[in-house]
């Protein structure tokens, strides 16, 4: 986890976010119900309580919830709890919702309505570790597609035989949702206007599992009891939305809104002013000549006034006069480090692994079983982030490598692996931790990262981090277990060599055909993270699948990235600059005024514009910026098929970008 040549391969929520699907305009509003205005009836064992949209009935001998809408119609929330929780005991109407108990199971239960919403929140009474699978999901018939956050986002049709096979690999297996995806979160198109959104946000503890059940997606929430691991207590938020693909998101956004959780990229900028470099900007990670002050300059006289860049630590970093170069180019530029690994310094084979003193191994994450947990790929161990919080105030482990690091006068900071989700329980007696422990030690450091006026960075990012992070390489990227088993082939994928430029990473490369359909099939991709996060992260693709590495998918991550505004992202070399340094200054050329002037406001609009999802259609602000992108093979209103066009406000025809026109494949 200590290199990346080595690591693993809206508006605001007062604001009314329109949404157009073929055919039907659709509505979500903000969640902006007080709480005490919310009332819940009992009768039986089912209790009723008022959600936005309708009356949602938990029924609290199975954990089955109904909701009946405005229309009358009746939809299914949640089938029963697969292994009922056992026989409740009497219901307790509370101000705003209701209570009651599974003695036998050692749970007990409130539900209320929050801010529009059904509120469900579970708690552990007793002392042994139990789970509970529920809520059961995408079981009304009327269910025609699942959202799900993998990566930037999926919107699935239920009955598509593509996801439901073998070949997608997604069903029938259990996904973290602290880890496994971008934000803790899925949701259900039901038909009609009416659709569903799971928020959870006890994500720590929490799995997510698609099933395929007679040809249709159906999913499952699985959370872990346990006192050991502080996840005594979980909970999920039920909504009815108007069945958009991207309703999940905006209920999250309005949530993370309503708790104080929803970070401002405007406000980053005004605490560290060089934030506003990323508006407009590129990304890329340097190797060999490219990391020089020549190489630098180099790309400035493209044209290229705005670019993020990254270097490996591992290797030459650049030295003080490439990133002054940088600086006076109106670039950002910083290394790529990991506070995550360490390594015995005798053999390590990453200088980032190496620490002061007994470091490694006292820092060491251990296992139940009292060994440390292996680093990547088994090299040295993962390190405790509970270790070096507790000695930072005293040994400033942490301070004294960023210093060191950025003694160049780097004004920007990557850190692997901290905001990926990837988090650990720590059994060692000398600096214990559960993993909701370590989440809030990566946000601390994070946070000092912060307060020493650095723009910071780190891995696919989980929404957990928005606040504290001004951009991110991977949750762009919906990634499908596929592409690592692909990446194990270096005759076609590349290994680390040459020194200068890896094949890893500079060679080209075909993903096999299903991963790329899981992947980067627009009929399927939907903005799920921008519409929750555009004005608060800065999101790209993964650093090992650079612009270049797919020339198959060049054409559409093209059109995605202007389409959601967001950067593409490269690796460069002094040769990869003069091959394909002007197509790089083309794309970068169009992107540029469009992100200046959108990449801090909310993505307030997605629709799709013909029956096969290959026309889409962004909003951005209060029409700030409007983008149609064209996936497709035929011309569309005008619009050709492979072409994108922008609209800023006060634009007197659109902006169109051809992407295979600048193209320098072949």
Not at 530 to 538: G, K
Not at 597 to 619: C, H, I, K, S, Y
Request: glycine share 10%; proline share 6%; net charge neutral.
């Amino acid at each position: 986890m200590d290199s990346f040549t080595s690591r693993r391969t809206v508006r605001a929520a007062a604001v009314a976010l329109a949404v157009t699907i073929p055919c039907v305009t659709l509505t979500t509003s903000a969640h902006a119900a007080p709480r005490s205005a919310q009332t819940a009836r009992v009768h039986g064992h089912l209790v009723d309580i008022p959600v936005r949209g309708g009356t949602a009935t938990v029924d609290t001998a199975t954990l089955r919830v109904t909701a009946r809408t405005g229309s009358g119609t009746v939809v299914e929330l949640s089938a029963p709890a697969a292994g009922a929780p056992g026989t409740p005991g009497p219901v307790t109407t509370t101000r705003d919702g209701a209570r009651w108990s599974y003695p036998a199971g050692g749970l007990t239960v409130t539900a209320r309505a929050d801010h529009g919403r059904l509120l469900v929140s579970v708690k552990a009474t007793g002392a042994a570790d139990r789970t509970l699978a529920w809520p059961v999901t995408g079981t009304d018939r009327a269910a025609s597609a699942v959202q799900l956050p993998r990566g930037e986002g999926l919107s699935l049709p239920v009955a598509d035989p593509f996801w439901n096979s073998a070949d997608a690999q997604l069903t029938d297996a259990d996904l973290p949702m602290e880890s496994a995806l971008s934000m803790p979160l899925w949701g259900y198109t039901l038909g009609g206007g009416t659709g569903a959104s799971y928020l959870v946000p006890t994500d720590i503890g929490t799995s997510l599992r698609l099933t395929s059940d007679g040809g249709r997606l159906r999913t499952t929430a699985t959370h872990h009891f346990s006192r050991a691991e502080g996840t005594t207590e979980y909970t999920v938020a039920l909504g009815l939305t108007d069945g958009s693909p991207v309703a999940p998101a905006v209920d999250y956004r309005a949530w993370l809104k309503e708790n104080g959780q929803l970070g401002s990229l405007r406000r980053k900028a005004e605490a560290t002013p060089a934030t506003k470099k990323l508006l407009g900007a590129f990304h890329a990670y340097l190797w060999g000549d490219a990391r020089t002050a020549d190489g630098v300059r180099k790309l400035r006289a493209l044209g290229v006034d705005r670019m993020w860049l990254g270097y490996d630590a591992d290797d030459k970093p650049m030295d003080a006069a490439a990133v002054t170069a940088a600086k006076k180019a109106g670039y950002l530029v910083g290394p790529y480090d990991s506070f995550a690994n360490g390594q015995d310094p005798k053999t390590s084979d990453a200088p980032t692994s190496v620490w002061p003193g007994t470091v490694y191994p006292d820092f060491c994450v251990q296992g139940a079983d009292g060994k440390p947990e292996p680093g990547f790929h088994d090299r040295g161990c993962y390190l405790s982030s509970e270790a070096f919080e507790k000695a930072e105030p005293t040994r400033h482990y942490l301070a004294d490598r960023t210093r060191k690091m950025t003694a160049n006068g780097a004004d920007s900071y990557f850190l692997d692996v901290d905001a990926a989700g990837e988090l650990f329980r720590d059994h060692s007696t000398a600096h214990p931790m559960d993993k909701a422990r370590d989440r809030a030690n990566r946000l601390a450091r994070m946070r000092r990262l912060n307060d020493r006026h650095l723009v910071v960075g780190s891995e696919s990012a989980g929404a957990w981090s928005n606040q504290v992070l001004a951009f991110d390489h991977g949750s762009g990227t919906p990634v499908a277990d596929g592409l690592w088993k692909a990446q194990k082939d270096k005759d076609k994928w590349g290994g680390y060599a040459p020194a200068k430029a890896p094949g890893v990473f500079f060679k080209p490369a075909e993903l096999p055909e299903a991963v790329a359909k899981a992947m980067y099939d627009p009929a399927y991709r939907v903005p799920l993270y921008e519409t929750a996060l555009h004005d608060s992260v800065v999101n790209t693709e993964r650093w090992e699948l650079s612009y270049d590495k797919l020339p198959r998918q060049k054409t559409t991550r093209a059109l995605l990235a202007m389409l959601y505004n967001t950067p593409l992202n490269f690796v460069l070399d002094g040769d990869s600059l003069d091959r394909r340094g002007g197509e790089l200054a083309a794309l970068q050329k169009y992107f540029k005024p469009l992100h200046e002037a959108a990449g801090t406001e909310p993505m307030t609009g997605f629709r799709t514009l013909n029956a096969d999802r290959t026309v889409q259609r962004t909003v951005f602000g209060d029409g700030t910026l409007t983008v149609t992108a064209n996936f497709g093979t035929t011309a569309h209103d005008g619009l050709p098929a492979g072409c994108v066009d922008a609209t800023l406000r006060g634009d007197e025809a659109p902006r169109r970008l051809c992407p295979d026109t600048v193209n320098t494949d072949g």
